[in-house]
């Protein structure tokens, strides 16, 4: 199936994009962010932001690995939400796709468990309704769905390689980031090079932790749009139940491959 995904952004890239068709049109470039969740971060005391801009955001994009908290995603029409506790390495994301499909993946430990439904199961070769397992301590290393590579978090690791930041106001960041990286990326050589120094904005709220990260993705193929994820409540519990197990069935090496972790 024809494809593209940017695997740099994360397993919610990965999953989003994977299913979808580059000759197909693109969502508006005009399209609105993802609304402010309800919920404010745990109350913390201010902290003092470093002079150089670059540094203050590596700071803030850093904190991620230190709470808990919650993600919500939106990139070319698809959707998602999430609780991370990457430090006890459990985690949910649920993913609605354009035509309705939704993917889902649920962390534990080394246990990686993905669901697929409506007609992106059989696009993907997933076993349709059931819940797939991997143990992600048998990927390749760099492989996004490894807990040590959860780049779907840690925007830290997109961040460390950015250029031109420029603080705009308190809490307001630009530049540019090449997305071109990652264990599985796969780019059209058309595009590979657009994505070497895409546009992004930051937002870090007075405790230094990144509340907002947003990529032009227009940069790259016109009318793309934003890849926007914002993150809030911070230091909430993540709790997350292990699927039934008469619902678990070993992943497929066909989905592996359909979406570019194979």
């Known amino acids: 199936m024809p494809k593209w995904t940017v695997l740099g952004v994360g ?16 969502a508006a470039s005009g399209a609105s962010s993802p609304a402010s969740p309800s919920g404010s971060p745990s109350a913390e005391p201010t902290v003092a932001v470093p002079a ?61 468990y993905v669901q697929v439904t409506g007609d992106t199961a ?21 492989n996004p769905l490894r807990p ?15 250029s031109g930041v420029r603080r705009a106001g308190p809490g307001d960041y630009s530049g540019k980031v090449d997305l071109s990286h990652g264990g599985a990326t796969q780019l059209p050589a058309s595009l590979a090079g657009k994505f070497k120094a895409v546009p992004f904005t930051a937002e870090v709220d007075a405790q230094g932790r990144l509340t907002s990260l947003i990529f032009d993705m227009n940069s790259v193929l016109s009318g793309a749009g934003e890849l926007n994820t914002a993150y809030y409540d911070y230091g909430v519990p993540v709790t997350v139940t292990r699927p039934a197990a ?7 090496e066909a989905f592996k491959k359909a979406i570019g972790l194979g």
């Open 148 to 162: 040590d590579h959860n780049q779907a978090a840690s925007a830290a690791g997109l961040l460390k390689g950015a």
């Open 246 to 252: 008469g619902e678990i069935v070993p992943m497929p």
């Open 11 to 26: 397993v919610v890239a990965v999953l989003a994009l994977a299913a979808c068709n580059p000759d197909s049109t693109p």
């Open 52 to 112: 150089d801009a670059g540094k203050a955001l590596l700071e803030a994009a850093g904190r991620l690995g230190k709470q808990p908290f919650k993600l919500k995603f939106s990139a070319l029409g698809q959707e998602a939400t999430g609780s991370i506790d990457l430090t006890g390495k459990t985690s949910e994301i649920d993913t609605l796709l354009q035509n309705g499909a939704t993917i889902n993946v649920r962390q534990l430990g080394t246990d990686q």
């Open 122 to 142: 059989g696009a993907l070769h997933a076993t349709a309704g059931k819940w797939m397992h991997v143990d992600s301590r048998s990927l390749p290393a760099g």
